[in-house]
């Protein structure tokens, strides 16, 4: 009873790393303040950036938050938990500063995996967890992602096997008169719309960041990194010439790209000798390129390339979490692929 034992550690304040649908978490006793520091430490996350809290039930929100002014918060929950939406609600006093950076709000989700849910009833108390990689880094949607970054550093990491959505959960601020997604995700703007009407969209860069966390560098590689968008034909080109550009100079680059432009590309006879290849999925099923997003730009970065090219893909559905992703791995450093001729 692995789990059972983990749970106790999460009691006693240790932190343990566990699996969700999105991505791994690094849990802490939401309660316990020296915990949720320690958790800032071992990532190196900036201590203004609040982490979201995990609960077991719909009920036990009421333990960290208070409902939102219109009263929307429970009939969101029942409809869409367990799954990969954070609802920001006005927060309780008890839940320490650490866990909320000092904001009057909490975050709080109720995951859809087996293993976060067994370990959130066994520690018997709300569970605080970001992500769990190193800050700036690509979410680990893997246990082994996790030891990458932290191992050494945590006593736990409960191995779920790999994520089943593969990018964060939504972050839907229920405290502004229309509600506000501050960050998109697993839950798609589609989803919440139909159950909503009115949903507005942070505007992301530019205006002051309502969510701490969007201010900062995040998903990267340590290798540059450019996002590339168009249809797989102007993709392919834009390939195309980077890998000429570079032909014999020993310069690699690394392609994070759609099995679309991938067939595109060996279509038109491209020698891909100066490049390693990661095939995100399929353009017709974005699931397909979100639950592969992450391990892709490890993967690639581990090779070491002079530079990585990330295909974006259409904003509909996961589209529009997966391009975030990418556009912040890119640092915003996106180029508009033309239409060959
Ligand atoms: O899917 C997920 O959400 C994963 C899994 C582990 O649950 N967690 C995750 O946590 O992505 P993290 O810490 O990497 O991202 C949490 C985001 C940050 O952008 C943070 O600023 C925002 O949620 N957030 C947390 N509390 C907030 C609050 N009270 N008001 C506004 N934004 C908040
Ligand atoms: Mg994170």
């Known amino acids: 009873m692995v789990i059972a034992e983990a749970g106790l550690a999460l009691r006693a304040g240790e932190l343990v790393a566990f699996p969700t649908e ?4 690094l849990g802490a006793d939401a309660f316990n303040e020296r915990a949720v520091r320690r958790v800032f430490e071992v990532k ?3 201590p203004d950036n609040p982490v979201i809290v995990h609960v077991a039930s719909v009920d036990e929100v009421l333990a960290v938050a208070r409902p939102d002014p219109a009263g929307r918060w429970e009939s969101l929950a029942r409809r869409f938990w367990p799954g990969p939406l954070t609802l920001v609600l006005p927060g309780r006093p008890e839940v320490p500063a650490a866990t909320t950076a000092g904001l009057d709000t909490v975050a709080v989700r109720m995951p859809r995996h087996e293993v976060a849910l067994a370990l959130i009833r066994a520690a018997g108390r709300p569970v605080a967890a970001p992500s769990a990689n190193r800050s700036g880094r ?3 949607s893997r246990a082994e992602h996790v030891l990458q970054d932290l191992g050494g550093l945590i006593g736990w990491v409960l191995d779920g096997g790999p994520c089943e959505v593969g990018v964060e959960s939504t972050v839907l601020d229920l405290t502004a008169d229309v509600p506000l997604v501050l960050r998109p995700g697993g839950l798609t703007l589609e989803a919440l719309r139909e159950a909503l009407g009115q949903v507005a969209l942070s505007a ?3 205006g002051p960041p309502r969510s701490p966390g969007l201010k900062y560098r995040h998903y990267a590689p340590q290798a540059p990194t450019v996002m590339l968008v168009g249809s797989p034909r102007a993709v392919a080109a834009c390939i195309g010439r ?15 790209i759609t099995e679309e432009t991938l067939q595109m590309l060996v279509a038109t006879g491209e020698p891909l000798d100066g490049a390693e290849v990661f095939c995100s999925g399929s353009r017709r099923r974005v699931e397909s390129v979100a639950s592969r997003l992450f391990e892709g730009l490890r993967q690639l970065d581990a090779g070491a390339p002079e530079l990585i090219l990330a295909e974006g893909v259409d904003e509909a559905d996961l589209g529009l979490a997966i391009n975030n992703r990418l556009q912040k791995a890119a ?9 060959p001729p």
């Open 22 to 25: 999105t991505v791994y978490g």
């Open 44 to 46: 190196g996350r900036p």
């Open 331 to 339: 640092g915003g450093r996106v180029w508009r692929c033309a239409e």
């Open 138 to 140: 690509p979410s680990p």
């Open 242 to 256: 980077c890998l000429r550009e570079r032909a014999g100079s020993g310069r690699r680059l690394g392609l994070l």
């Open 204 to 206: 992301g860069p530019g």
